[in-house]
């Protein structure tokens, strides 16, 4: 499926979209990730964003940088958006090192990997969603969805 957003707020109610039919679709035996793949600015933060808005979380959501990691809880629900950003690892270990593995094996998360591309060989097949995210145009953002 390919998605145009013509703007960041856009991008936004695409993903509080998906966030309500992941609410619907739960539980999973293992967490669900998103692997959000894409060049600088083409949407991705603006999507976790959104994504977040829609699960109910109403902490300010900022691109994880610097921290690598940021955890959210969902209010009244015993779920967790986990937003990672990959872009500076090098390695599984460095993965690792954020307790990827338990991220993973946790039903309760929700996993957002920004720069998924860099670690897409250990990510599981089964229950990760990918989401390409391209520029087309000044503003707008083409999602395309796997």
């Keep these: 499926m390919e998605i145009v957003a013509k703007n960041p ?9 998906l966030a309500q039919e992941i609410l619907v679709g739960r539980p999973q035996k293992r967490a669900l990730v998103l692997a959000l793949s894409g060049e600088l600015g083409s949407g991705k933060t603006s999507f976790v ?11 300010k959501v900022k691109s ?10 969902v ?14 690892l090098n390695s599984f270990e460095d993965l690792e090192s954020l307790g990827f593995s338990d991220l993973l094996a946790d039903p309760k998360n929700i996993v957002a990997l920004e720069w998924a591309e860099k670690v897409k060989k250990y990510l599981p097949k089964n229950n990760t969603l990918f989401l390409k995210f391209e520029h087309a145009g000044e503003k707008s953002r083409k999602i395309k969805i796997q």
Excluded: M, N, W
């Excluded at 009244?76 to 990672?84: A, P, S, V």
């Design 75 to 88: 209010p009244g629900r015993e779920i967790f958006l986990t937003h990672l950003d990959c872009y500076r």
């Design 64 to 73: 994880p940088s610097f921290l690598l990691l940021k955890q959210y809880g």
């Design 9 to 17: 707020k856009e991008t936004q109610r695409v993903a509080e979209a």
């Design 49 to 59: 964003q959104g994504l977040a808005k829609g699960l109910g979380i109403r902490a």
